[in-house]
């Protein structure tokens, strides 16, 4: 393709992508499909030229003030993730000089705002709990892309063979340094058309998502309920570990997201899996099962936040008001997902925030309604009683706590309960 129809296409994708009206992935694949004659070089240029928009978009904005014409295709020529030869076949004198000037910038003079891209409430809460070294080491990590986490199922393989697989395509993987379960990819190579993904030997889940499991810790012959399970990753580690046995609930209240779990559990060999949608967390097919389970997992409808590496957008999207409504819902689905549990089963409650107000203060909460019900279980035992690899290096406290600058993982966060 032409250099300046890419950059036509790409100003027309940011044009799109910041309306802040849908989730980015969804808009980036919506424009993938109309667009079926783009090539896979093309196609990564454009969709991580928007990504870098969303992740440096104070900056750019900044930047792009001094230019001329559409705004889109200023932010376009600033971010480019392409080839920087392709790109200059695409501007004129006249942008080339302008590029020229805005690269020259010193950006380490630029004020704090400008160099953070965080929104000033999310910047401050985040500042309340880092000192100013982590705060910047926090920024620094979640403008760079995430590497790719493979969690091999261990029904059908060994890692070992599943590293040596990789490495016999062309693709180099280390194992992750804390889940036995996991390989970690730098890049993004092609795995879904080889035998290793359509087998069902490996899926693809960040290693904070596989220490999620690995605390529940579930066992076989046991029954064990998957509350929030989405599109299911979470369950399919669990199941693997219950080594197919067992019974093993997946709710959810979006069957569109349950939905996206049935080829994943046909690839697994899983047969001890029952997707369930439900209404709401109190269910008649929740109520059914009180005070029967011997495990369960919320990992509870949060603001993702500590997702931004993948989802840039969420820290324009999301505001302190979602976040309020969002822990009002957390607590009453822990509540509900509490009476599953008989005596002496697990409760994990997760999220992937790097909030306070959806981590310690939800936890706070139920345990002012339920604490005569549950015992708190420090979460570096519990890790290390599931194999984890340096469980301390993981912990907080008695709490779980992921940060992308330091274990290299999305932002994690879990308190785990026994029941009394």
């Keep these: 393709m032409h250099p300046n129809a890419l950059l036509d296409l790409a100003t027309e994708l940011l044009r799109q992508v910041l309306k802040l009206d849908q989730p980015a992935d969804a808009v980036v694949s919506a424009f993938f499909r109309k667009h079926k004659a783009l090539g896979a070089r093309e196609r990564h240029s454009l969709a991580e030229t928007a990504y870098t928009v969303l992740r440096q978009r104070l900056l750019l904005q900044h930047l792009a003030q001094s230019g001329s014409g559409a705004l889109e295709r200023r932010l376009a020529i600033l971010a480019w993730q392409g080839s920087a030869t392709f790109l200059r076949g695409a501007l004129g004198p006249k942008e080339q000089q302008w590029l020229e000037q805005v690269q020259a910038v010193d950006r380490s003079a630029l004020p704090a705002k400008l160099r953070h891209n965080l929104p000033d409430w999310l910047a401050a809460a985040l500042r309340e709990q880092l000192d100013e070294a982590a705060f910047w080491q926090l920024v620094q990590a979640l403008s760079a892309p995430a590497p790719l986490d493979l ?46 993904f359509t087998g069902g030997a490996v899926e693809v889940q960040d290693e904070g998502s596989q220490l999620l499991a690995l605390l529940t810790d579930p066992k076989r012959g046991e029954m064990v309920v998957d509350f929030c399970a989405g599109a299911g990753g979470k369950t399919l580690a669990l199941g693997a570990a219950m080594r197919n046995t067992g019974r093993l609930y997946a709710f959810d209240v979006s069957g569109h997201r349950l939905d996206a779990l049935k080829p994943r559990l046909a690839r697994s060999g899983l047969s001890n899996v029952y997707p369930a949608q439900i209404a709401h967390e109190r269910d008649d097919r929740v109520r059914r099962l009180a005070g029967k389970i011997d495990r369960v997992l919320v990992d509870a409808p949060c603001s993702g936040l500590g997702t931004l590496r993948r989802n840039p957008d969420l820290k324009w999207r999301q505001s302190p008001a979602a976040v309020a409504e969002l822990q009002a819902k957390q607590i009453a689905i822990l509540g509900s997902a509490a009476r599953l549990l008989k005596p002496g089963g697990r409760l994990v409650y997760a999220t992937c925030s790097l909030l306070r107000d959806e981590n310690e203060a939800t936890v706070q909460a139920f345990e002012a309604q339920h604490g005569r019900d549950f015992v708190a279980l420090p979460a570096a035992e519990a890790l290390a009683a599931a194999h984890v690899e340096a469980p301390e290096g993981l912990v907080e406290g008695p709490f779980l706590r992921l940060w992308p600058q330091r274990q290299q993982t999305d932002g994690f966060f879990a308190a785990v309960w026994q029941r009394r």
């Design 151 to 196: 969690r091999v199922n261990t029904l059908k393989a060994r890692r070992d063979e599943v590293q040596r697989t990789l490495a016999d395509a062309g693709i180099a993987a280390e194992p992750t340094p804390h889940s036995p379960w996991g390989l970690r990819v730098q890049g993004k190579p092609a795995l879904n058309k080889l035998d290793v």
